[in-house]
């Protein structure tokens, strides 16, 4: 795995996860039923703790100017409604492992395929005033001032990919997808359960169901 640096640790832990010649178009059935319960239970309102701790995923993005209100709020806030609306997306298997793992737990997370970005190294800190990616296939961007962002570096140049509401359209998976990261964003004032830990574990697990080798980190 290559090496992670985290500019924002004293806001935010990086659990990295790294998967290699996933199956991204393997009919994928989750263990137990475990996607059908999630989503069923979703239905319903959020314990106090499970609250808790995504007001506590929005406050660790209040850095600078940023507000993590509307539009740039959380992409597991997107999730949660999703699911209460009977409106789970089901894209591929890396995917929907992702954005169960991110449902499940009410934690952001970024999914990005590694093939389509040079990077020796990954760096994690708050966007620049002009920094922006382009973030769907229309074409629209998003401005990543002050936003947690994720870059791949490649010879100290440094490439946006991924900030916990929306992932760059250049290395989102697709059929293509073999090699892929992901980074669960996690508020490093939060103490007791959920821990990241078990988050990653989850992640790994559902991962090595569908990849030849799966590694994971906090950083």
Same mark, same amino acid.
């Given at each position: 795995?290559? =090496? ?5 640790? &004293? ?20 263990? %137990? ?17 499970? &609250? ?17 209100? $509307? ?7 997107? !999730? ?27 934690? =952001?997370?970024? !999914? ?13 800190? =708050? ?5 922006? /990616? ?11 001032? %002050? !936003?947690?962002? $994720? ?51 989850? /992640?790994?697990?559902? !991962? &090595? ?7 994971? $980190?906090?950083?």
């Amino acid at each position: 795995m290559e =090496p992670v640096a985290n500019l924002l640790e &004293d806001r935010i832990r990086i659990g990295f996860v790294r998967a290699y010649n996933v199956r991204i178009e393997q009919n994928f059935t989750f263990p %137990d039923n475990r996607l059908d319960q999630l989503l069923e239970q979703r239905k319903q309102p959020l314990t106090e703790r499970e &609250d808790a701790f995504r007001k506590a995923c929005r406050d660790m993005m209040r850095i600078g100017t940023y507000k993590p209100t $509307g539009r740039g709020k959380p992409a597991s806030e997107y !999730l949660l409604r999703a699911a209460s609306e009977d409106a789970f997306p089901r894209i591929n298997t890396a995917a929907d492992i992702n954005n169960h793992v991110s449902l499940a737990w009410i934690v =952001p997370i970024s !999914l990005w395929d590694t093939d389509r970005v040079a990077a020796d190294s990954w760096l994690f800190r =708050p966007g620049k005033e002009n920094e922006t /990616f382009v973030f769907n296939p229309s074409g629209q961007t998003i401005s990543l001032q %002050d !936003l947690v962002t $994720g870059f791949a570096v490649k010879d100290g140049l440094e490439t946006p990919v991924v900030t916990p509401v929306k992932d760059c359209q250049l290395t989102k998976t697709g059929t293509e997808t073999q090699n892929i990261a992901a980074a669960v964003y996690y508020p490093a004032a939060w103490t007791g359960a959920p821990a990241l830990e078990d988050m990653l574990g989850e /992640f790994t697990e559902l !991962l &090595d169901m569908v990849s030849e080798k799966t590694e994971n $980190g906090v950083f």
